[in-house]
Structures are given as structure tokens and as C-alpha cells.
């Protein structure tokens, strides 16, 4: 039991960091061209003959599972179209602040769910975490429309009901590439019928742009989409929403060193918050 908890924490946190550096890479593809709702297809599109072939030996899904991957996939890529939607609206840093209050969503969730009460260690480091995560808000760009709050805050919505999606999904789990690709149809349509409606499709970028993207695609997708679901089924999707607070670390970090960006003493002190958040949640007991 300690073994499957101490992988699937490995694994949220693995996503976790591959998730943080994605979103760099991501700014650099942006520079050459590319936006927000044309990464998101192509995050659900380029991964797609990767999975086939990974996934060709195991089993095909059954309807159901059918019908629970597609959810998943339509609330993981809904989450993806609205936050990147708020940013036209409000700053990044307050969006990705909002984005990042699902954890208290999972949280509540699964308090209502089982009728009991979450635990001290729990709501502790969830309030440390959320609190470092506040400090990450660019006090000078908060300023915004109405519009955008609820976007950031839809966002966070979405991934949060992604997670308890997955939560159901591992009662009858399918194999976790056959589960990838699932979710990355449903993508590939969300994000090609907005990107369509919205003109916001295009292949016209350098290079560079295009090597940005399908490393965005591949390693979002591919490894930190099944890694993600690995740790979900094995520590539940509460344990999980926690731990994925380690994304803003590591993109705080790999933005100072990719994108020349300024570490500042709020940052700081926001990383060493949900640091002690991420502490207390791992070193919290299993009940008996």
C-alpha cells in the first residue's frame, strides 16, 4: 500500500513538472505565431499516432469506457480553452491563480462525497498551498473584466470535475494509453470546432514555433497525461489536486531560466508556502 501511494505521488508530481515547463515552451511557440486555442488542438492532435502505436497491443475500450474517457477529455480540454481564454481578459497571473483553486473544489467534493471531514493536515497544507499561490498574482496587472474571472475561475472549475472524472473512471479503468488517446479525440473536436468558429487554427509559423508546440504536445499529452492519470488512480483525486500545486513552482523556476524571468521575494515566499503545503499533505497518515 505505502509502495502504490509513494508511486502515485511520484507520478503527480512528475506530471506536475512537466506541466510547469510545458507552459514555457508554450511562450516561446507563441512568439513565432502560434496562440493559446491552436496549442491546445494541436496538444490533442500531434500525440494521437504516438498513442495508437503505444496502445496497439492493448486492450480496445469498451462503450463505457468510451463514454467516461470522452468526459474526461472534454472537461481536461474545456479546462485547457477556458484559461487560456482569460488571459484576453486578465492578467496570467491572476488567471493561473484562480485556475488554481480546484484543489479546494476536490477537496469539498470529496468531503461532501464520504461525510466526513478532510483532516487538519489536509485543510492545512491546502490553505498553505492556496495561499502560495496567491502570492504568484501580479499586483500591478489585476485589473480586468468581469468576463475573465469567470473563465479563470470556469477553468478551474473543468479541471476540477476532470479529476473526479478520472476518480470514477479508475472503478473500471482501461489501459492508461488507450485512456490518453480517449481524451485526445475528445480534444482534437472541442478544440478544432472553437478554433474553427474562432479563426483561430493556423500552420503558418517558423520552425522553431512548430518544434515548440509538438514538444508541448508530446510531453503534456503523452507522458505528464498519463502520469497524471497513474497517480490519480493510485492516491485518489484529493491527494492528487494537492500535489499538482509543485506546477507553479516549476514554472516559476523554468520561466527565471528560459524566459529571463524576475524571481521576486513574493514568488519566493509563494514557493516556500506551497512547498509546506506539499510537505504536509505527503507526511499525513492513512486512516486505518
Given at each position: 500500500?505505502?509502495?502504490?501511494?509513494?508511486?502515485?505521488?511520484?507520478?503527480?508530481?512528475?506530471?506536475?513538472?512537466?506541466?510547469?515547463?510545458?507552459?514555457v515552451l508554450a511562450a516561446i511557440?507563441?512568439?513565432?505565431?502560434?496562440?493559446?486555442?491552436?496549442?491546445?488542438?494541436?496538444?490533442?492532435?500531434?500525440?494521437?499516432?504516438?498513442?495508437?502505436?503505444?496502445?496497439?497491443?492493448?486492450?480496445?475500450?469498451?462503450?463505457?469506457?468510451?463514454?467516461?474517457?470522452?468526459?474526461?477529455?472534454?472537461?481536461?480540454?474545456?479546462?485547457?480553452?477556458?484559461?487560456y481564454s482569460s488571459y484576453e481578459?486578465?492578467?496570467?497571473?491572476?488567471?493561473?491563480?484562480?485556475?488554481?483553486?480546484?484543489?479546494?473544489?476536490?477537496?469539498?467534493?470529496?468531503?461532501?462525497?464520504?461525510?466526513?471531514?478532510?483532516?487538519?493536515?489536509?485543510?492545512?497544507?491546502?490553505?498553505?498551498?492556496?495561499?502560495?499561490?496567491?502570492?504568484?498574482?501580479?499586483?500591478?496587472?489585476?485589473?480586468?473584466?468581469?468576463?475573465?474571472?469567470?473563465?479563470?475561475?470556469?477553468?478551474?472549475?473543468?479541471?476540477?470535475?476532470?479529476?473526479?472524472?478520472?476518480?470514477?473512471?479508475?472503478?473500471?479503468?482501461?489501459?492508461l494509453f488507450r485512456l490518453t488517446?480517449?481524451?485526445?479525440?475528445?480534444?482534437?473536436?472541442?478544440?478544432?470546432?472553437?478554433?474553427?468558429?474562432?479563426?483561430?487554427?493556423?500552420?503558418?509559423?517558423?520552425?522553431?514555433?512548430?518544434?515548440?508546440?509538438?514538444?508541448?504536445?508530446?510531453?503534456?499529452?503523452?507522458?505528464?497525461?498519463?502520469?497524471?492519470?497513474?497517480?490519480?488512480?493510485?492516491?485518489?483525486?484529493?491527494?492528487?489536486?494537492?500535489?499538482?500545486?509543485?506546477?507553479?513552482?516549476?514554472?516559476?523556476?523554468?520561466?527565471?531560466?528560459?524566459?529571463?524571468?524576475?524571481?521576486?521575494?513574493?514568488?519566493?515566499?509563494?514557493?516556500?508556502?506551497?512547498?509546506?503545503?506539499?510537505?504536509?499533505?505527503?507526511?499525513?497518515?492513512?486512516?486505518?
Amino acid at each position: 500500500m505505502r509502495n502504490k501511494k509513494l508511486l502515485g505521488q511520484l507520478c503527480i508530481i512528475g506530471s506536475a513538472i512537466i506541466f510547469g515547463f510545458t507552459p514555457v515552451l508554450a511562450a516561446i511557440s507563441y512568439q513565432g505565431g502560434n496562440n493559446g486555442i491552436n496549442m491546445a488542438f494541436l496538444r490533442a492532435l500531434v500525440p494521437l499516432p504516438l498513442l495508437l502505436f503505444l496502445g496497439r497491443k492493448q486492450a480496445l475500450p469498451t462503450k463505457a469506457q468510451w463514454k467516461s474517457g470522452l468526459l474526461a477529455g472534454c472537461l481536461s480540454f474545456g479546462c485547457t480553452l477556458l484559461l487560456y481564454s482569460s488571459y484576453e481578459y486578465i492578467s496570467p497571473g491572476l488567471a493561473t491563480t484562480l485556475h488554481f483553486l480546484y484543489p479546494l473544489y476536490v477537496t469539498v467534493y470529496e468531503a461532501v462525497r464520504d461525510r466526513e471531514r478532510p483532516g487538519l493536515p489536509r485543510l492545512a497544507g491546502l490553505a498553505l498551498g492556496l495561499l502560495g499561490s496567491v502570492l504568484f498574482v501580479d499586483l500591478s496587472g489585476e485589473g480586468g473584466s468581469t468576463l475573465g474571472y469567470i473563465l479563470a475561475l470556469g477553468s478551474g472549475l473543468s479541471y476540477a470535475l476532470y479529476i473526479v472524472a478520472l476518480s470514477k473512471e479508475a472503478a473500471k479503468p482501461m489501459p492508461l494509453f488507450r485512456l490518453t488517446m480517449v481524451v485526445s479525440v475528445a480534444g482534437v473536436f472541442i478544440c478544432g470546432a472553437v478554433g474553427g468558429v474562432m479563426g483561430k487554427l493556423t500552420a503558418a509559423m517558423p520552425l522553431n514555433a512548430w518544434v515548440c508546440a509538438i514538444a508541448v504536445a508530446l510531453l503534456a499529452a503523452v507522458v505528464g497525461g498519463v502520469l497524471f492519470q497513474r497517480g490519480v488512480r493510485e492516491i485518489g483525486g484529493g491527494n492528487s489536486a494537492l500535489l499538482s500545486l509543485f506546477e507553479p513552482i516549476t514554472s516559476v523556476i523554468f520561466s527565471v531560466w528560459l524566459l529571463n524571468d524576475i524571481l521576486s521575494l513574493r514568488k519566493l515566499m509563494g514557493c516556500a508556502l506551497i512547498l509546506g503545503g506539499l510537505l504536509m499533505v505527503s507526511l499525513q497518515k492513512e486512516k486505518k
